[in-house]
């Protein structure tokens, strides 16, 4: 079967991210317009005006609240693994210390914890089970900050490595930003709950969850680059040519063939560490070099001299401003 080029991880995030999207809308629609129209449901208390979500998710739109959440979950979930497994296969750029490693764990163990939060949280309504909504609640915004805080600070250290990466800074960026307002808006939010402040607390709860929804579109920025190293590409559909991928016997980073030079047919393109390079025997400035596998670097032969389409030499400066 043809591999199609522009399919790939990155499409988990954006499902996440619109799944989210489109449940929230479809409560807040079915609450504002008729012929519901702001009604004042049970879980709300007597001077409430403004429903909570969960007060909205625990009506008739209960099983859509409830697929809504765990398939937003679930599919973010995959969006964190793949990261993972992108940068152990060296499809994205890899973790250079066991700190980082470490680092993405924690990522995905917290945000695990969130989909438990937000799974149960949806199951056991407010409605019927305040005390454990409540909790799952606080189980679902605590998981997925800190898994947000563990992966800010992953990257802040690839960011150290990768440079030239700009990715990586503009995610971190986003991600950052989304800490601080989360957290911010979260004691907020907290506070007006508790002081029975829920019009304000109401709407605070909108505003977090569509801010979240932006954090899920994050991801896409991460997986992106994974478009660039897919294996078993045509190179000679022009479609697919100069886009990135690698041939047979050698990488293609924007058309140029690296390896063997000949970059024609299948392979697979990774990004390779520092400790690799040393140990193949190549030279490493950045540490961000695309090659053909191990046996390019690990396993022998130099990095430099090689050829492109046009048997012109390659150079590494060349390489690596393909790479983004």
């Given amino acids: 079967m043809r591999h199609l080029p522009y399919l790939s991880y990155y499409l988990y995030p954006i499902l996440a991210g619109l799944i989210w999207l489109a ?6 629609i079915h609450w504002l317009v008729p012929p519901v129209s702001r009604a004042h449901y049970p879980s709300m208390a007597a001077s409430q005006q403004i429903a909570y979500i969960s007060d909205v998710g625990a009506s008739t739109l209960k099983p859509l609240f409830i697929t809504g959440c765990v398939l937003t979950t679930v599919f973010l ?7 993972y497994y992108l940068r152990h296969k060296g499809r994205l750029v890899p973790n250079q210390t066991r700190t980082e490693t470490v680092l993405a764990f924690l990522t995905i163990g917290f945000a695990i914890i969130g989909t438990v939060g937000l799974i149960l949280l949806s199951v056991f309504d407010t409605a019927r089970y305040p005390k454990l909504h409540n909790i ?22 690839l960011g150290q490595h990768y440079k030239h990466h700009h990715q990586l800074s503009t995610s971190f960026w986003i991600k950052l930003t989304f800490v601080i307002l ?4 979260a004691i907020a939010f ?11 607390g109401a709407v605070l709860e ?5 801010i979240f929804s932006a954090y899920v579109f994050s991801f896409v920025v991460d997986l992106w680059p994974a478009i660039k190293t897919q294996p078993n590409l045509n190179l000679h559909n022009p479609r697919e040519k100069g886009m990135g991928f690698e041939g047979n016997g050698g990488q ?16 697979d393109m990774r990004y390779v560490g520092a400790s690799e390079m040393e140990e193949g025997g190549g030279e490493s400035s950045g540490s961000h070099l695309p090659i053909q596998g191990y046996g390019n670097a690990v396993g022998g032969g130099p990095v430099m001299g090689l050829t492109d389409h046009s048997s012109r030499p390659v150079t590494r400066e060349r390489g690596l401003a393909g790479n983004f």
Avoid: K, M, P
Wanted: charged share 10%; hydrophobic share 50%; with cysteine.
């Fill in 77 to 83: 979930d995959i969006s964190f693994a793949a990261d």
């Fill in 252 to 267: 293609v980073v924007n058309g140029n063939g690296y390896g063997n030079g000949d970059g024609n047919g299948t392979g």
């Fill in 182 to 185: 989360e957290i911010l808006l």
């Fill in 206 to 210: 909108w505003v977090i969850a569509f």
């Fill in 136 to 157: 799952f609640l606080l189980l679902f915004i605590g998981g997925y900050v800190l898994s947000a805080i563990f992966i800010c600070w992953e990257y802040q250290r």
């Fill in 23 to 28: 449940t929230l809308l479809a409560l807040l």
């Fill in 190 to 200: 907290v506070s007006c709950t508790f002081t029975q402040h829920y019009n304000a």
